[in-house]
């Protein structure tokens, strides 16, 4: 895909197709681990890992910018805050009644919005 084609492709779908990846990575890894760890030790491994390929990602495609330590920071402030978002709806799943396996899918239908907010937050606002 050329920058040119990338450019009128809007930044949401764009956020969607990142976004989809990065969960799918997340979900995959924690449906993995969470057979032979702890559940809040293997979604915090899926986390860390997508994370990392997120804000490549974001940066790169998604926002078309080059990645900094400044963003990098800021990416992971929004994350953080998006991680105790993520943990705390995970444990309140299981404590409904969820199953392992698919407590982290009602996670990811609240949690991804949020997501979207912080982080075009840091790649839209912290540049000035």
Known sequence: MNMKRLKKLPEFIRFIMV????TALHYG???IFQRFIN???AYSIGYILSFIANFYLTALF???KKPSWKKAFGFGGAHLIN???HISLLNLFLWLGFSKP???IPVFTIAIPVNFLLVRF???YKER
Not at 19 to 22: C, D, E, I, W
């Open 19 to 22: 976004g989809v990846f990065a």
């Open 29 to 31: 890894l924690y449906f």
């Open 39 to 41: 559940v809040n030790i």
């Open 62 to 64: 998604t926002f078309g």
């Open 83 to 85: 991680y105790i978002l």
């Open 102 to 104: 698919f407590a982290p």
């Open 122 to 124: 840091v790649f839209k």
